[in-house]
Every structure is written in C-alpha cells, then in structure tokens.
C-alpha cells in the first residue's frame, strides 16, 4: 500500500470526570491573563465562576466575553478580538459547545495574523503565524472542535459558513470532563451525539481516511451507538455522558485527520441561511446522503454494521451495509430527527436556496471527499429528498 497518513492533536488531553482541576496548571504555562469565551447559558450554570477560580488559585486574570450564541458569527469573533487586544491577554480558554470553541480558534488566529477569515477558506492562504494559546473545555459530546484543526464561522454579510482547516488551528490543551456535559438538555444532547456520529461515520467512510483515523471512528461509532438513547432518557446518566464525551473526542481526532464529507458539506449552508442548529440539520441530511452513497462504500458500512449489530456474521456485505444504513435510521427516528419541512423551513424560500446551498456545498470542498463524488445537480436533488424524507415506510430493523 502506497499511502501516507498522519494524526495531530492537542499537544495535552485531559479526559476524564474532574479533568477540568488541571485548568489552572495548564493555562499556567502559556501566560497570566486569559479571555475567557463563553457564553450566557455557561455563566448561569456557574461554569464560567469555576474556571475564574481555577485560574485564580494560578494567579491568572480572567477577562470575560460571554456574546457567542448556538452559531459561531463573525461580529462574535470581532468583538472577542477587541476584547483580547484591549486587554492585553496572553492566552484564550474557550468553554462552551462547538460555537465558543470555533470562536475562541478565529480570535487566537486573527490575534497573529492580521488576514480576514475568508482568506483562508478552502486552503486559499496558508496561516504563517502560530496562534495564540488556546484551551478548549467542551460542555457538549458533539463537535469535537477541542482536538481538531478546523474552525467553522458565518460571514453574516454573504450567509456563507466559512469553513477553514489548517494544522495550527489545533488547540494547544483541551479539558474533556463529562460532568459539564450533564446540564446539556435533550435536544442539544441529540443535536450534538449525532453530530459526532455523522463526524466518525464520514471520517470512516471518506475518501481521505486511513487505518489511524479508522480506529478511532469505529470506536466512536459503537460508543455512540451504545449510549446516545442512555444520554436521551437520563441526562444526569453520568457513565453513558462519559462515554458520548470519549466518542466525541474520538470522532473530532478522526475526521480532522481524515475529513467529513457530503453531510457537512450539505449541512453549512442550511445552517448559514437558516439558521438551523448543526446537529440538527446533519442529522436531516444523514439518511438522504447514506442511501447516495452506499453502493459506492458497501465494505466501509458493512464494517459499522458488524460492529454494532447483531446477528450479520454470515451475512453479505450487501445486506449488512443496507442493515447499517437501516438501523441509523431507526436510531433517527427514536430519537425525533424531523425532516427540513417538519422542522418548519418555508418550502418556497428552500427552493429559492437551492442552487446558492449546492454552490456553497461544494465550494467547501467536503462533497468531494464522499465515496460518490456528486454533481451540483445531484445535491440539489438531495436537498428536496431531504426536505420531505419519510420515515414511515422503512423496514422493520431485523426483519
């Protein structure tokens, strides 16, 4: 075999129940004054107090910005750059979901680097200089943006989701303590495990993957197979949040070093005009973009089903794919995935998008890294299956 791979991660990762007392210690070794990027939700919680402290018992300084909400904008990152600036920081621990994170990552850039953010989509300019410290402390198990190297920000102008993916975006330091995941409520628990499934799926499935990044998104697909419904029922279950957060640090690890592929590329531009939540708008893509796709990566999904199913051990990699691709439908439907017209999108309004969302899709460049490679014609045909897709009608599981 002929082929090269490579793995990056955070230079440090703490994992574990309690990992979040290793803040201070860490955030010690970078400087003295820390912006902390969060957002309301964190504050009230007490969260945000908790690492004020942590960072205190090290002498540290904190400065605050709390303005991110559930999408990562560009005002968001202008603002926390202000901030950090004035205040002359030294380091950013960013606490939150993947909003604050992929905040926190646009602000240590543009803090060393004074090129604007779309300069570096889709790889058009290298980023020469190294970022500022970043620490990332995720309270979700779902975008796994504390161990990659990729940052996703709207341009509010141009309703574009900036996507950029380079080596020096990575954190220096993510923190993943399961028991900030406890206070996410169900839909965000939803939104954001199958968020990490579709990550470990295309990483697994992409044209880009490789033997690394395969142990790592078949690990992460059977733990959030095994506990997503555990999290749904009992957000306090504390075992299954740990696992989902191994799964989601798991999947990050996995398609940063691999790459996502037609769901997420499909998915920005429902997010940037919409204004759906990325979760959310994945997983209304998922089923659609599985039945596109699953001829053109039968072994890869037979490979999933055999290990998270039952009883497909001499069954042919024909039918356990159709068995995979069937059973993460079911677990769609058990855990109330609308489709895009239920989720209430104006249907005219959606099909005036059309061509600008499947110029956008690939324009990011992730269709092109999906075992079927499809045409601007064949997305936008995805779109409209996915807008009305029926679950009422599918197989019984094993039947």
């Not at 078949?218 to 733990?223: D, F, Q, R, V």
Request: with cysteine; aromatic share 4%; hydrophobic share 40%.
């Amino acid at each position: 075999m002929n082929f090269t791979g490579e793995l990056r991660i955070p230079n440090v990762i703490h994992y574990g129940k309690d990992s979040l007392s290793k803040l201070g210690k860490e955030a010690s070794k970078f400087g003295s004054k820390a912006l902390l990027i969060s957002d309301k939700p964190m504050n009230d919680l007490g969260y945000v107090n908790q690492i004020i402290e942590s960072l205190q018992k090290e002498n540290i300084q904190t400065v605050i910005y709390l303005g991110v909400d559930s999408e990562t904008k560009d005002t968001h990152v202008e603002e926390a750059l202000t901030i950090f600036n004035e205040q002359s920081c030294d380091l950013i621990v960013a606490l939150g979901g993947g909003s604050c994170i992929d905040a926190a990552k646009a602000v240590a850039l543009l803090a060393t680097n004074e090129t604007e953010l779309i300069e570096y989509v889709g790889g058009k300019k290298e980023i020469e200089n190294d970022l500022v410290p970043v620490i990332a402390i995720p309270t979700t198990a779902g975008t796994g943006s504390e161990v990659t190297d990729a940052l996703v920000v709207t341009h509010t102008t141009k309703d574009i989701k900036m996507m950029i993916k380079q080596p020096k975006i990575t954190p220096k330091v993510a923190i993943v303590d399961p028991i900030l995941t406890q206070s996410a409520p169900k839909m965000l628990t939803v939104a954001t495990g199958i968020d990490a499934l579709c990550h470990a799926l295309e990483a697994y499935i992409s044209r880009k993957s490789h033997p690394l990044t395969d142990t790592l998104a078949l690990s992460s697909i059977k733990l959030i197979v095994e506990n997503i419904q555990r999290v749904y029922v009992d957000g306090k279950d504390l075992e299954a949040r740990s696992q989902m957060a191994l799964a989601s640090m798991q999947a990050g690890i996995a398609f940063s070093n691999s790459s996502v592929c037609l769901v997420h590329g499909m998915s920005r531009p429902i997010g940037a005009l919409f204004h759906v939540p990325h979760g959310i708008s994945n997983a209304m893509l998922l089923s659609a973009v599985l039945d596109f796709s699953l001829e053109s990566c039968t072994e890869k999904l037979a490979q999933i089903g055999r290990a998270i199913l039952e009883n497909v051990d001499t069954d042919s990699d024909e039918v356990v794919a159709e068995k995979t691709v069937l059973s993460i439908k079911h677990l769609c439907i058990e855990l109330g995935i609308p489709n895009l017209q239920s989720w209430g999108i104006n249907e005219e309004q959606f099909e005036n998008s059309l061509e600008k969302m499947a110029t956008d899709a690939l324009a990011s460049g992730s269709p092109g890294n999906n075992p079927r490679v499809p045409t601007k014609e064949e997305i936008i045909e995805l779109y409209r299956v996915a807008f009305t897709y029926d679950y009422k009608n599918l197989k019984v599981l094993n039947a």
